[in-house]
């Protein structure tokens, strides 16, 4: 079997417009939550400026040609173009759990399909392959990342471009307040205190490769994934943890680890009751509760179908830098359940991590990585 490698990311939030600054936002336990009127009440979101979105679009193209969501996808791209000779023939994976839906307000239905976006990306870099669509709820993006190693592990290409993202629009806000799951302040992932989700928009994009060479100064290698889904519920997460604990499991047998390898968890962290307490219950059962934990919510709120790989972009960064990142809000556990979760920035020796996402209809997965030196 090939090895897979991730040899180059990047992302679009309201904390930066790459790795770096976002990194260091984080480092400085920078959120991107703030409180708006824009959507006829106040609520906590986590926002791009669509003003400096637009503006720094506009160096490499036409902004009103574009949708937001098209922009930020382009944008997150761009870099590793830049950094890559990359062929035509590479194939793109698009992640999204909504896509344009904003654009159900404009005059043109066509923009709102998620081939429709994926394909305008596709024809703004040239690539010839037909563009490839992943819309699975909340684990879009980490899942696309598996997807991508599968399909290059088979020997149907040799590497990949995936990109995720997502933004906050009045119809997946008023879904949310439909289920009582918005949390009237910024989220707080285990915390005793939380009372549900805050939302959130970014944009972020990795290369995937059988060729760490490509990259001399980035290289994690996918070692193991599952996806499971328990079909628990529309909405609701497994009260057993039963998929995220099989997928955890299934990664780890291809991985060939055991969870005493592990140096830490990017779980998904939503705040709300039930997903937080349905992970505390999943990572006990896979013997994981003294590994260290955090979520990133706090940080960028959820950011849907792009969270799982913005998400593991920034781990990413923490084990290249030897750092852990606190999951910001947490103060006192509020699940039925021991977890290790991160308080403060800690100096540690990083070499394998799991990320973990679930999202709606009981879909679940789990995915290694090791860095390379």
């Known amino acids: 079997m090939r090895d897979v490698y991730i040899i180059d990311t990047n992302c679009i939030t309201p904390l930066g417009f790459d790795v770096e600054s976002n990194f260091g936002a984080l480092l400085e336990g920078k959120s991107g939550i703030t409180k708006t009127e824009d959507y006829h009440q106040p609520v906590f979101v986590s926002k791009l400026k669509e003003a400096l979105l637009d503006q720094t679009f506009a160096e490499i193209g036409d902004s009103s040609k574009y949708t937001k969501l098209e922009k930020m996808l382009i944008l997150a791209l761009r870099p590793l173009f830049l950094?890559?000779?990359?062929?035509?023939?590479?194939?793109?994976?698009?992640?999204?759990?909504?896509?344009?839906?904003?654009e159900l307000q404009h005059t043109n239905p066509r923009r709102i399909l998620l081939n429709e976006a994926a394909q305008t990306v596709n024809e703004f870099f040239g690539l010839t392959q037909q563009a490839i669509v992943i819309s699975n709820a909340c684990v879009s993006g980490l899942l696309s990342v598996a997807v991508a190693k599968r399909?290059?592990?088979?020997?149907v290409y040799e590497d990949a471009l995936v990109v995720a993202g997502d933004l906050i629009s009045e119809f997946v806000l008023s879904g949310f307040h439909s289920f009582q799951a918005?949390?009237?302040?910024p989220c707080r992932p285990?915390?005793?205190?939380?009372?549900?989700?805050t939302l959130g928009e970014a944009s972020?994009?990795?290369?995937?490769?059988t060729e760490k060479s490509k990259s001399p100064h980035l290289s994690v290698k996918i070692l193991g994934e599952g996806a499971i889904n328990d079909a628990n519920h529309i909405s609701g997460p497994s009260r057993t943890g039963e998929g995220l604990y099989k997928s955890i499991v299934s990664a780890f047998a291809e991985a060939e680890i055991d969870a005493n390898t592990i140096d830490f968890i990017s779980a998904h962290g939503t705040a709300t009751i039930y997903n937080d307490e349905m992970e505390a219950i999943a990572f006990n059962r896979a013997s994981l509760a003294d590994v260290p934990l955090n979520s990133l919510k706090g940080y960028y709120g959820?950011?849907?179908?792009?969270?799982?790989?913005l998400e593991t972009i920034i781990s990413i960064e923490s084990a290249c830098r030897n750092v852990l990142i606190p999951s910001v809000g947490y103060e006192t556990s509020g699940i039925s359940?021991?977890?290790?979760?991160?308080?403060?920035?800690?100096?540690?020796?990083?070499?394998?991590?799991?990320?973990?996402?679930?999202?709606?209809?009981g879909c679940n997965i789990a995915v290694l990585f090791e860095k390379i030196a």
Do not use: C
């Open 204 to 209: 972020a994009a990795v290369y995937i490769s």
């Open 83 to 102: 950094n890559h000779s990359i062929s035509k023939d590479t194939p793109l994976i698009v992640s999204t759990t909504k896509g344009n839906i904003d």
């Open 190 to 197: 285990y915390d005793k205190s939380r009372d549900g989700i």
């Open 337 to 361: 359940q021991p977890l290790n979760i991160i308080e403060n920035n800690q100096q540690r020796d990083i070499k394998y991590f799991l990320k973990t996402a679930s999202g709606f209809g």
């Open 182 to 185: 918005i949390s009237d302040a």
């Open 302 to 309: 959820h950011t849907l179908g792009a969270s799982g790989m």
């Open 151 to 155: 399909m290059i592990q088979a020997g």
